[in-house]
């Protein structure tokens, strides 16, 4: 799913495209796609775009009057949210939509905007909103941590109490992370992602904020940088720089353990036992009560046994997604 830095690499190759230009029209092609009937999607046909935004992972379209309202400030907003397998393209003016995974094409005069989604799940959702009011209420409220001060984090974070991947992931609680960069943030931090946050001290919640701000920030400038030059065209969860996500069986780029992975539903977490976890296997819900006495407990357990780790690809989440891209 593309998360806060994708979605600002988006919003910046955006803006040099479609800011300030009209919006001839939408060709929706899958109907689901919209979730919304009020106003009707024709509505912003002839409106220019004014505005770009992230409303945690979604991008915001801001769209001023059109030339039949002049006078009425009535703002419209097209909000779309990217799901797992949504992604972008940039092509020329009435470029045709692409069979199967063609969902709608945003159609100014330098081009058209394409959205499509992989698979055979349709996740996507476009909203047409009226008014600033309307816009707010999609808001699910988490904190945009990029502009936190420590005690905001942790205020944030202690307001329940939950694992941190949980908390570092739930929408209502910090904006714009998703599976991918809460583990490279928790891997950064050295803390287990089953951690319950009210259990850190102080000393872990300052480094857990500073690893935050910088795996996202880190990622948020090289992204911007490269959709500087050109439309981001491989928007992906998986990146070879990347320490710990999607890197299964592969050795820690710190202390050189295999990184391991814990499956559950259709996410996966990912994370080096040595780092983060003092040496100790966290137990996976399906594969650890099948192997029951044969989990290794220790990753010098797992090591001495001389295997990787457990697991075969989860039903959902990680190889899922690469599946979908």
């Not at 929706?28 to 775009?49: M, N, S």
């Not at 202390?255 to 080096?272: D, F, H, L, M, P």
């Amino acid at each position: 799913m593309p998360e806060l830095p994708d979605i600002e690499a988006y919003l910046e190759a955006l803006r040099s495209r479609v800011l300030g230009e009209e919006l001839f029209g939408i060709r929706l092609v899958h109907p689901f796609l919209l979730r919304t009937v009020e106003p009707p999607l024709e509505a912003v046909a002839g409106r220019r775009v004014v505005g770009l935004s992230r409303l945690g992972k979604r991008l915001v379209f801001e769209m001023g009057e059109g030339a039949a309202e002049r006078g009425r400030d009535t703002p419209l907003f097209l909000v779309l949210h990217l799901m797992i397998a949504g992604r972008l393209q940039w092509l020329p003016p009435d470029a045709p939509v692409a069979r199967g995974r063609g969902l709608a094409a945003f159609d100014f005069a330098k081009g058209t905007l394409l959205l499509t989604e992989a698979g055979k799940k349709r996740r996507a959702s476009l909203h047409l909103l009226e008014g600033r009011a309307a816009l707010a209420e999609m808001d699910p409220g988490g904190l945009e941590v990029l502009d936190s001060s420590l005690d905001e984090f942790v205020e944030a974070l202690t307001a329940t109490n939950h694992t941190l991947k949980r908390a570092l992931t739930d929408p209502h609680i910090l904006s714009g992370i998703g599976n991918a960069y809460s583990d490279e943030i928790l891997h950064r931090a050295r803390l287990s992602p089953f951690r319950q946050t009210g259990s850190l001290s102080p000393a872990e919640f300052e480094r857990l904020h500073q690893a935050t701000l910088a795996v996202l920030g880190d990622w948020t400038r090289k992204l911007v940088a490269e959709a500087r030059s050109e439309f981001p065209a491989k928007v992906t969860a998986f990146r070879p720089e990347m320490s710990v996500h999607g890197k299964y069986g592969e050795p820690c780029p710190v202390c050189g353990t295999a990184v391991q992975r814990i499956k559950y539903a259709e996410n996966e977490s990912n994370y080096c036992p040595r780092c983060q976890t003092e040496g100790r296997m966290l137990a996976d819900r399906s594969l650890s009560r099948l192997l029951k006495a044969d989990w290794p407990r220790t990753v010098d357990e797992l090591e001495a046994r001389g295997r990787t780790g457990g697991g075969g690809p989860p039903a959902g989440g990680a190889s899922a997604e690469r599946k979908l891209e």
